[in-house]
């Protein structure tokens, strides 16, 4: 039997590993992260757990690999700030600037909020998903610092705030836990969020023009 060709070889693990990857999204959002087994994401995947654990080592590394993806949209090694449509945001006109933020927020939230709530519930027992919800906090924050930055830099923010306290207050407006109560609690559509998100920080942040 000829053995396949090392591109045929490749092709076949990227599609395993996919298997693997849509088949632990499926569980941790039925089941939740604590209830979900290695060995239940092997059996939905179809492979033995040995491949797994060859592939991942710890569910911790798959969750994490799905909530990176999830929130790029794509497994692109293009970090977020580096995305289309983030330099022409920040460089827009600073209301422009937050209205788009609160495009761009929506788009991320819609693809990654239900892993979001995987993370933030097994937070409370898990002291390494804490430490992951933690880190995904910071990375927010990281993020919205350049673009209240750029507002600092543009002479835009409200007077008596810097960047990282606008930043500290987006984070908060912007929260995947706002974006969970309005959408799926009170059945808002992502757009109507996108755009009370963006007027809201355009109150909040802007410094009032003659």
């Known amino acids: 039997m000829t053995p396949p060709m090392p591109g045929a070889r490749a092709a076949k693990a990227a599609q395993t590993r996919a298997r693997m990857l849509a088949a632990a999204r499926e569980l941790f959002i039925e089941r939740g992260y604590i209830a979900t087994s290695m060995q239940a994401i092997a059996t939905q995947a179809g492979v033995a757990v040995q491949t797994l654990y060859f592939t991942f080592e710890t569910k911790r590394a798959?969750?994490?690999?799905?909530?990176?993806?999830?929130?790029?949209?794509?497994?692109?090694?293009?970090?977020?700030?580096?995305?289309?449509?983030?330099?022409?945001?920040?460089?827009?006109?600073?209301?422009?600037?937050?209205?788009?933020l609160g495009i761009i927020t929506a788009d991320i939230h819609a693809r990654v909020e239900p892993l979001l709530e995987v993370?933030?519930?097994?937070?409370?027992?898990?002291?390494?998903?804490?430490d992951l919800w933690r880190t995904n906090i910071s990375q927010r924050h990281t993020v919205l610092a350049v673009f209240t930055g750029a507002l600092a830099a543009k002479h835009a923010l409200h007077p008596g705030l810097n960047a990282v306290r606008a930043a500290d207050m987006a984070l908060a407006v912007l929260a995947p836990e706002t974006y969970h109560l309005l959408t799926h609690q009170q059945g808002w559509t992502g757009q109507a969020w996108a755009e009370w998100a963006g007027e809201t920080l355009i109150g909040m942040l802007l410094a009032q023009r003659e």
């Open 119 to 130: 993370v933030r519930s097994a937070a409370a027992t898990d002291p390494e998903i804490a």
């Open 62 to 100: 798959i969750l994490k690999e799905l909530l990176d993806l999830d929130v790029a949209g794509d497994d692109a090694p293009v970090g977020t700030l580096d995305r289309p449509g983030i330099a022409e945001a920040l460089a827009a006109p600073p209301p422009e600037l937050l209205r788009r």
